[in-house]
């Protein structure tokens, strides 16, 4: 069985990138599951009219039909999600079988703050999604954090952000990413599918958090050597690259995203793919033009 967490009340909300590593090894590993292809099947996110919970809308009906959204947000169309209600101390849990049937409880309290509901389901029933693909990761918080970047990743956890308030006297979060993590996972998935999510938040603090998150997924495209870097950037790289070629062989600082090594036939530089995050090498040479072989990303370098 598997929990969303949640933060309420009096908790205080973990800001920040804590957990950045883990995230982008997560969509490391989707790409790697699913394939570029595969992904591009989630060119849309999930609707946010088909996910609307108001307070008059009857529970069960209004559940089974958000639920039955998200099913099809993640592709899973042979999947019958049967909800209930209780006390309990996280915000939600599914019991994975083999199916075709998967037990989702909701805590209690979502009785009475149903715009948050579809938040819950969405990771839920990612961990359905992840199940059937066979994909996880080892203990219980990487393995959590992966289900909140896939959920984000595959179009429905803008929900979970969204769901994330934070005021003088208290707070709410769903998932285990901090708000601006979310905000960075659904920025990555915006720069792939040129989407703008900024229009669906209905929590200012989420909105806030997206436009944070943003900025960091940003940074991300312009690293050195992509042709995109900013002048500090390539000054640091070309005073890197003249060190790596006077100490072949030696390595250099390890707290730069790209690392130089030394071959038979010359320098190479490696560095993250700014879509999926695989390691590509490129020999250095001036200008050249590589292309993911994982996501497909073509990126113009200056190495």
């Known amino acids: 069985m598997t929990d969303t967490g949640a933060t309420n009340g009096g908790s205080p909300v973990v800001h920040g990138y804590p957990h950045l590593d ?30 609307a919970f108001a307070d008059h809308d ?8 958000v639920a039955r959204a998200l099913v099809q947000q993640l592709h899973l169309p042979d999947a019958r999600m049967i909800v209930s209600f209780r006390e309990m101390e996280h915000a939600a849990s599914v019991e994975l079988t083999a199916g075709p049937e998967y037990f989702i409880e909701l805590n209690d309290r979502f009785r009475r703050h149903r715009r948050d509901i579809g938040a819950a389901l969405a990771h839920e029933i ?12 080892p203990g219980t918080r990487d393995n959590e954090i992966l289900t909140d970047t896939v959920t984000t990743y ?29 905000g960075y996972v659904l920025a990555k998935r915006a720069i792939v599918f040129n989407e703008d999510p900024g229009i669906w938040f209905t929590s200012p603090q989420g909105y806030t958090a997206y436009t944070k ?12 050597p992509l ?39 010359g320098l190479r530089v490696s560095f993250p ?11 250095v040479r001036g200008r050249v033009r590589a292309r993911c072989q994982l996501c497909h990303t073509v990126l113009d370098c200056d190495t």
Do not use: N
């Open 126 to 137: 990612t961990h359905v999604l992840l199940h059937r693909l066979g994909l996880s990761f």
């Open 58 to 65: 009857d529970l069960h009906l209004g559940v089974q039909r």
């Open 154 to 182: 595959l179009g429905a956890g803008w929900l979970l952000l969204d769901a994330f308030r934070e005021d003088r006297d208290s707070s709410q979060k769903l998932g285990y990413l901090t708000p601006e993590e979310f």
């Open 227 to 265: 042709t995109t870097a900013g002048w500090s950037g390539r000054h640091r790289y070309a005073k890197d690259r003249r060190y790596a070629l006077d100490h072949p062989g030696e390595a250099g600082d390890a707290g730069r995203p790209y690392a130089f090594e030394t071959l038979g036939d």
């Open 273 to 283: 793919c700014p879509t999926c995050h695989q390691r590509i090498r490129v020999p």
């Open 22 to 51: 883990t995230v982008r090894a997560a969509v490391t590993a989707l790409y790697r599951r699913m394939s570029d292809d595969g992904i591009r099947r989630y060119d849309t996110s999930v609707a946010p009219a088909d996910v």
């Open 213 to 224: 998150g943003k900025a960091q997924a940003v940074r991300d495209e312009q690293q050195p």
